[in-house]
Each structure stands twice: as C-alpha cells, then as structure tokens.
C-alpha cells in the first residue's frame, strides 16, 4: 500500500541543547490530538558528542540535573576500553556506554495534523538523574479518562534499557511515575479505554537467549503502573512477509471491527547467511483484535507501510528504515494520520484511509479452524 508521505522534522530544524552535542536524528514520535484540536508530538531528539576521544580517554553524556536539563561528559581511560564505534564504547567486561543521548521535543502542528507551528527551542522531556540519566527515547501518549499518559523507554547504568510511565493534563507538564516495564521490555503501547475493567498494554519484551523471534506481548493492570497477567500473541508465521522482529508500533485505534495495531516488523531481504551481507527491511503492517477480548487476532495484512521515500531508502547501517510509533484519527473521522521515523534520522507523516487499511486486512479465524479440524482426534468405537 504505497502512499505518499510528508517529510515534517529533520537535524537541521533542531538546535542542539549543549555545545558539546550535534543533532544527527529527529525520530519516532509519539502523537495526540490536544484538547484545542492540535495535534502534538513528541519527536525524539539524538544528540551525539562532537567529540568522542583523544589521545587519553574515551567520552559518553550523561543527565545529572534532578529536575532541570544538566548534562554531564563522563570520561574513561583507553585502556578501560576493549572497543568502540560512534555510536558507543564497549568495555573490557561487555558492558558498555553511548556516545550520544535523546531527549524530546515538543512540535505543535496545525488541526490538521500535516503542518508545523511551532517547535520547542529546548528539550522539552529528557533524563534526570533520578530517572533515565542515559536518554529517553520513542514515546508514545494516548489519552485515558481524561488525562494524558505517555510510556517510554527510560536508558540508565542501573536498570539499562526499560519502560517508564508519565502523566499530564496539558501535554505540556509531565508527572512521572518510573519503571513499569523492566529490562529490554520496549514498544509499549496502552489502550487507551478499560477492557473489562482493565487497562491494558501491547509491548515487545527481548533478551539474548530466545527460542522464537521477538513478538508481542500483553499485559494488564489494575492501575497503569503494576501489570501483570503476561501473555504472548502470535501474529505471525515464518512464511508471512513480516516474520522476523515485530512489535508493537502506534498505540490502538478503536474501530466497529475491533482493535487496530499498526506494528512494526525486521525482515532481511536477502538469502544469503552471512551476517555482514545481509539488508535489513524495517516495515508497518495492521492487525485487527477483538473489542472484547484482545488477545484474540481477527485479521492481519503484508506490510501496508513501507520504506519508500528517498530518505527512508538511503541505507542506514545496512538498514532501510520506516518506524511508525504516532497515530492521530484525522478530523474527517475516516483517515489515519500515522507518525514515523525514517532512516533513524527524519520525522514523516502519512495520511492513510482507514477504508484501506481495513480491506488490506486477512481474516485469521478461518485458518485457525481449519487447523483445529485437521488436528482433532478421532473418536474410539
């Protein structure tokens, strides 16, 4: 489903929040429609050091501020250091720390969701001492009964890469609330009503040992920040297009036929098994749930959201990447405004017919019950 796509943010429209640091990625951003009609995102802001060595250390930003923006340039001898790249340095005992951090900005668009007013001059949502000293990074917000909630993956030495929660009334002043989601659990995304007296969370936990691809996972709580009743969704299959790595992408949108997902999956477009030859394809595909009942998969598509902008098809690390992660409903009721980073540098928009998408989706019922009958056993006479 190839549809046009409006190139809204880039580096050079950001300035950076230290002298230290550059701006090399404006990326994933989370959406809402404000209670004025205007839709904000939230664009996560890279910022690398100028700097990354000299002849004697090896350098890496940290936040040190409790509540105001305080950054910190942590220095580590050579000789503590078994490699490095620009992006991190990796230490003698694997561990390792980065060259560069994220923080969020604030960009006020027109009703219409396709047009910039206004960007924050300074970051609006970054790291504290006390929460995310290392960055945080790809948010997403929907609005739950009346209050604005946002999950994103908070980055510090102590609990590495994780998910946090925060509130807000305005979109504008947040109120954390810390870890909900621990280690290497990412893509949070929360429904943004109760189901059957729950709230309940897509996210995409990983680790280094697994006997399946990354997938998605969900979740419930009583209240937004204790979850539990964990369970995993099987979406897809090793012959579908979009096996690989998924996750999930844009938070729910609520439809007559169900839930919709907008998530995102890896797949390598090459055969060959050689890790270094390998290109790797980052994608959107829908998934439609039950209301009722959401861990229950209705109907699936290919990939409807694909990497075909000049900047999005420019490689990247061996990477062509489209990363939807915002989604607004359009003012016409009947169109999806979809939010994505490209290429791990830019901010695009797409404007997609809910229509289209809908017929782009496969119903999976009748082939589950098509493999339950052949798998049902024979009565004893």
């Given at each position: 489903?190839?549809?046009?796509?409006?190139?809204?943010?880039?580096?050079?429209?950001?300035?950076?929040?230290?002298?230290?640091?550059?701006?090399?990625?404006?990326?994933?951003?989370?959406?809402?429609?404000?209670?004025?009609?205007?839709?904000?995102?939230?664009?996560?802001?890279?910022?690398?050091?100028?700097?990354?060595?000299?002849?004697?250390?090896?350098?890496?930003?940290?936040?040190?501020?409790?509540?105001?923006?305080?950054?910190?340039?942590?220095?580590?001898?050579?000789?503590?250091?078994?490699?490095?790249?620009?992006?991190?340095?990796?230490?003698?005992?694997?561990?390792?720390?980065?060259?560069?951090?994220?923080?969020?900005?604030?960009?006020?668009?027109?009703?219409?969701?396709?047009?910039?007013?206004?960007?924050?001059?300074?970051?609006?949502?970054?790291?504290?001492?006390?929460?995310?000293?290392?960055?945080?990074?790809?948010?997403?917000?929907?609005?739950?009964?009346?209050?604005?909630v946002m999950t994103y993956v908070s980055l510090?030495?102590?609990?590495?890469?994780?998910?946090?929660?925060?509130?807000?009334?305005?979109?504008?002043?947040?109120?954390?609330?810390?870890?909900?989601?621990?280690?290497?659990?990412?893509?949070?995304?929360?429904?943004?009503?109760?189901?059957?007296?729950?709230?309940?969370?897509?996210?995409?936990?990983?680790?280094?040992?697994?006997?399946?691809?990354?997938?998605?996972?969900?979740?419930?709580?009583?209240?937004?920040?204790?979850?539990?009743?964990?369970?995993?969704?099987?979406?897809?299959?090793?012959?579908?297009k979009d096996y690989g790595r998924i996750g999930?992408?844009?938070?729910?949108?609520?439809?007559?036929?169900?839930?919709?997902?907008?998530?995102?999956?890896?797949?390598?477009?090459?055969?060959?098994?050689?890790?270094?030859?390998?290109?790797?394809?980052?994608?959107?595909?829908?998934?439609?749930?039950?209301?009722?009942?959401?861990?229950?998969?209705?109907?699936?598509?290919?990939?409807?959201?694909?990497?075909?902008?000049?900047?999005?098809?420019?490689?990247?690390?061996?990477?062509?990447?489209?990363?939807?992660?915002?989604?607004?409903?359009?003012?016409?009721?009947?169109?999806?405004?979809?939010?994505?980073?490209?290429?791990?540098?830019?901010?695009?928009?797409?404007?997609?017919?809910m229509e289209k998408i809908m017929d782009a989706?496969?119903?999976?019922?009748?082939?589950?019950?098509?493999?339950?009958?052949?798998?049902?056993?024979?009565?004893?006479?």
């Amino acid at each position: 489903m190839k549809k046009g796509a409006k190139l809204l943010i880039t580096p050079e429209m950001i300035k950076p929040s230290s002298k230290e640091l550059e701006v090399i990625g404006t990326i994933n951003p989370a959406a809402a429609r404000g209670r004025d009609g205007k839709v904000i995102l939230y664009v996560r802001v890279i910022e690398r050091l100028k700097v990354l060595e000299d002849k004697k250390y090896f350098y890496s930003p940290r936040m040190v501020g409790e509540k105001d923006y305080e950054i910190k340039i942590d220095k580590f001898p050579r000789e503590e250091v078994a490699t490095n790249s620009e992006f991190d340095i990796i230490f003698h005992d694997s561990t390792k720390r980065l060259t560069f951090i994220s923080h969020l900005r604030r960009v006020v668009m027109d009703e219409s969701g396709l047009n910039i007013l206004s960007i924050d001059k300074k970051p609006t949502f970054y790291g504290i001492s006390s929460d995310s000293e290392l960055g945080v990074e790809d948010p997403r917000i929907v609005e739950i009964e009346g209050k604005y909630v946002m999950t994103y993956v908070s980055l510090s030495r102590k609990e590495n890469i994780s998910t946090s929660i925060a509130f807000s009334d305005d979109l504008i002043n947040w109120e954390r609330k810390g870890i909900i989601f621990g280690e290497q659990d990412k893509d949070v995304v929360l429904f943004p009503e109760k189901i059957k007296g729950w709230y309940i969370a897509f996210d995409r936990p990983e680790g280094n040992f697994q006997f399946t691809p990354p997938h998605i996972w969900i979740a419930q709580s009583d209240d937004l920040l204790c979850w539990g009743k964990l369970k995993s969704i099987s979406i897809s299959k090793k012959e579908d297009k979009d096996y690989g790595r998924i996750g999930p992408g844009c938070p729910p949108v609520k439809t007559n036929k169900g839930w919709l997902l907008i998530y995102h999956s890896v797949r390598s477009e090459d055969n060959t098994q050689k890790e270094e030859d390998k290109l790797y394809i980052y994608s959107g595909s829908a998934a439609l749930f039950d209301l009722k009942n959401p861990i229950k998969l209705l109907a699936k598509s290919e990939p409807i959201i694909l990497p075909d902008q000049e900047y999005e098809l420019e490689l990247y690390q061996k990477k062509r990447v489209v990363f939807p992660t915002g989604i607004v409903v359009d003012k016409n009721g009947k169109d999806l405004l979809i939010y994505s980073g490209g290429r791990d540098v830019v901010t695009s928009v797409r404007k997609i017919s809910m229509e289209k998408i809908m017929d782009a989706l496969k119903e999976v019922n009748k082939n589950n019950k098509k493999e339950k009958s052949k798998s049902k056993p024979k009565k004893k006479k």
